[in-house]
């Protein structure tokens, strides 16, 4: 975990009980004796992640409808941490990274550079804005192709003070392509970021909920579902992960001039090879791999430009 992240301590499950009352009938108690979660279950895994945003973001509302992808706050704040700094690497004078001072939530260092990044297929949680705009005063253009995700994400961002003024939420298209349509002509971003579809069928997608269903031990009972949730463009899309890097690379060529850094989550360690065959087919020379996570949900942010 990000030595930033606020999350490196085991979570107070009774205290996040208090901030989200129905928390309360998802904790476990564990052979050892320790409270815990049913992790197995999406409404505990929404209902943990509402606790956290409430509680240590100052958020006023957020909620999914069911279904919808339902994001980790902590590991999502390892994605947000790692741009950070990568950022603040590239500004001139700052000391190595690591050693900056995080800001207060949602505020901008005086004299601090404006911050603007693109999130690719934001969802209905909208949360990598939220974390950027909390923990690092940013500003976002968030995109997703589906409507009834940005009607949610809007809500989320309307319905909490010091958001709407950071996000700009926009519709994607076409959802054959990912950065045609909505970087549009004069606009610069400091960086690009995305949680990529895994999966290339609904039925890969349903084989991934088995496994993990029988790996938490489960031999029966209700047809297993990922626990946390995802709709169509969330979890799969044609050619799967490798396709959509291999789409992110080519698109990235065309508005190379308009982003700082392109990044991306990549979830197993052979697609960075899928990468770098196709950014050596464009010119891109400037890459970077950083990993992140701890024990087995370790992933990759993959980082390039012209």
């Known amino acids: 975990m990000h030595p930033r992240n606020r999350y490196a301590q085991p979570h107070d499950f009774p205290a996040l009980a208090k901030v989200v009352p129905g928390l309360a009938d998802h904790l476990i108690t564990t052979p050892d004796g320790r409270t815990s979660l049913n ?55 700052l000391p190595p ?32 804005p939220i974390l950027g705009v909390k923990e690092y005063g940013w500003n976002f253009v968030a995109t997703d192709v589906s409507e009834r995700s940005l009607k949610v994400a809007t809500a989320i961002s309307k319905f909490n003070p010091g958001l709407g003024k950071k996000v700009v939420l926009r519709r994607q298209s076409d959802p054959s392509t990912i950065f045609h349509n909505v970087i549009r002509p004069g606009e610069r971003f400091d960086f690009t970021m995305c949680n990529p579809p895994f999966f290339d069928s609904a039925e890969a997608a349903s084989a991934a909920a088995q496994l993990k269903w029988e790996k938490l031990g489960k031999t029966n009972g209700p047809s297993p579902t990922l626990n946390f949730g995802g709709q169509a463009n969330e979890l799969w899309t044609e050619g799967g992960e490798p396709a959509f890097l291999r789409q992110m690379s080519r698109e990235s ?35 970077r791999t950083i990993r992140i996570g701890q024990g087995g949900k370790l992933r990759r942010v993959l980082c390039w430009r012209k």
């Open 39 to 93: 992790f197995a279950s999406p409404v505990a895994v929404r209902l943990l992640n509402q606790a956290l945003l409430l509680r240590d973001y100052n958020l006023k509302f957020w909620d999914l409808p069911k279904g919808n992808l339902c994001p980790g706050v902590p590991g999502r704040l390892d994605y947000i941490h790692t741009l950070a700094e990568l950022l603040e690497e590239d500004q001139v004078g």
């Open 253 to 287: 060529v065309d508005c190379a001039s308009q982003v700082g850094w392109f990044t991306t989550l990549v979830s197993k360690k052979g697609y960075l090879k899928i990468a770098e065959i196709e950014f050596g087919r464009l010119g891109i020379t400037t890459t």
């Open 97 to 128: 990274a690591g050693l900056i001072n995080v800001p207060a939530q949602g505020k901008r260092k005086k004299g601090a550079p404006r911050i603007t990044g693109l999130d690719i297929g934001t969802g209905a949680s909208l949360i990598y």
